[in-house]
């Protein structure tokens, strides 16, 4: 059998790997030597488990509202947690779309279930690039954007963060406060060093558009940003076009490197060429960016994980080369992506009429959240309830970032069994015509209750 000799490589993980071998096999006391006389008696074998002095993890604190949820028998429980949407009966919803693009590919026959590419489903990725960017994008059209197929928006910012944190000369990733819970996760794990920057105004439940433009003024020259496309999580608080042009004007006289996350794109507006606007205009001038893309929300394909991480760049040759160190990031970590959810977006965006009708129902799920809104609003309003509520129609999109402190939210899901993050933040997803009356009542006992 061939010896590797891990010690004269000039790779730094295979001097690591050798030095890691010959700790173990060092001395008769190693571990690989007493192995092969006999077990430790840490193994489990003989005694307890070598996992026994591990903690119990506390649940994450978005996903663990649904399990406190489940864990309720009362009947009047209402699940405002998770950000899934939810049919006017609470139900989950399949697009009819979807269910169309599955059922050519079940008819299909010569469809086979083999690997993808490291990248994964190459008409996907040509396709999704198209549907953020514009057909009509010329970074696309230059062939200065590399996209790769990846585990939906989580996987996206994961593998854009960790190819950040060995190619970018910056390791110092500026996120929103507050921002999505898995925001500081993944980019720490990636490699990453994280800090905020300022964005919610908790006295006017909106933008804090000034103290915004402050810390991005005050970053390093070359910082990542981590920028909300739309609809952002979880306050629902947007800038406008105009503010987002300041941004990118900072941002680019300062070589900050934007990376977007786009989770609800046509899920905020209705429009899917509305709600890209930002990303667009960063790549209309010419400068490099990074975007994630996520199809959970907009076509439903929440538990198919189908995400796309698109990098714009200077050239085509820069583009090939980033693909390439992209592969080297994903080969080890997953592989490969899935191939199923990759195909329904693709069959859907290829085919005019299966394109036309996703659109139509991608609107009318916006629609209904933009109803929701108002209908809560209108409840509060019309029970007299103390403060401001207009924030809830001003703000857009999944979330509504209620302004209700710890202490509430705990008051109304012990009270009216009614499930929220401790930060306020509801889904109006979840709500339905039939559970607003019942929202309503508990925010007036709650605002009007000394808690």
Not at 59 to 81: F, Q, R
Not at 229 to 235: D, E, F, G, K, S
Not at 302 to 328: H, M, N, P, T
Request: charged share 20%; glycine share 8%.
């Amino acid at each position: 059998m061939k010896t590797i000799d891990f010690s004269s490589s000039s790779s730094p993980s295979d001097r690591r790997i050798g030095a890691l071998l010959r700790h173990l096999t060092s001395g008769a006391d190693s571990p690989i030597a007493k192995s092969s006389v006999l077990a430790s008696p840490t193994s489990g074998v003989t005694g307890g488990s070598v996992f026994a002095h591990l903690v119990q993890a506390p649940e994450d604190p978005i996903l663990g509202v649904t399990v406190a949820y489940n864990k309720d028998p009362s009947p009047i429980k209402l699940n405002l947690g998770v950000g899934a949407y939810r049919t006017e009966e609470g139900k989950p919803l399949v697009l009819n779309v979807v269910r169309k693009a599955e059922q050519q590919l079940i008819n299909d026959r010569s469809r086979i279930k083999e690997y993808l590419p490291i990248v994964g489903l190459v008409e996907f990725n040509k396709l999704s690039a198209k549907l953020i960017l514009g057909d009509d994008s010329p970074a696309i059209r230059e062939n200065r954007v590399t996209t790769v197929e990846c585990l939906s928006g989580t996987g996206s910012l994961r593998v854009g963060g960790e190819f950040l944190a060995k190619h970018y000369h910056q390791k110092t990733i500026y996120i929103t406060q507050p921002t999505w819970g898995n925001h500081p996760k993944i980019f720490t794990l990636a490699g990453l060093t994280v800090k905020t920057y300022r964005y919610y105004d908790p006295s006017t439940r909106g933008l804090n558009f000034q103290g915004l433009l402050e810390d991005l003024g005050a970053a390093p020259p070359g910082s990542i940003v981590l920028l909300h496309a739309c609809a952002h999580n979880p306050t629902g608080v947007d800038p406008t076009i105009q503010q987002w042009e300041q941004i990118r004007k900072l941002m680019r006289s300062k070589g900050l490197m934007p990376f977007f996350d786009s989770a609800y794109q046509g899920f905020a507006s209705g429009s899917l060429d509305t709600d890209a606007k930002p990303i667009r205009m960063f790549v209309a001038d010419g400068g490099e960016c990074l975007v994630a893309q996520s199809y959970a929300k907009n076509m439903g394909l929440y538990g198919e994980r189908v995400g796309a991480l698109s990098i714009v760049c200077k050239s085509a040759d820069v583009a090939g080369k980033v693909e390439s160190q992209l592969k080297l990031v994903i080969r080890p970590m997953y592989s490969s992506p899935p191939i199923h959810g990759a195909s329904i977006v693709a069959v859907i965006l290829r085919d005019k009429n299966l394109f036309h009708e996703w659109t139509l129902e991608l609107k009318a799920m916006a629609d209904r959240i933009i109803s929701m809104r108002k209908q809560l609003f209108e409840a509060l309003r019309a029970r007299g309830t103390p403060g401001d509520w207009t924030h809830i129609i001003k703000q857009i999109g999944m979330f509504t970032f209620t302004g209700l402190n710890p202490a509430q939210v705990s008051f109304m899901t012990k009270e009216y069994h009614i499930y929220m993050t401790s930060d306020g933040r509801i889904s109006m997803a979840g709500l339905s015509s039939k559970t607003v009356p019942h929202l309503a009542d508990a925010i007036h006992a709650v605002v009007t209750k000394a808690v």
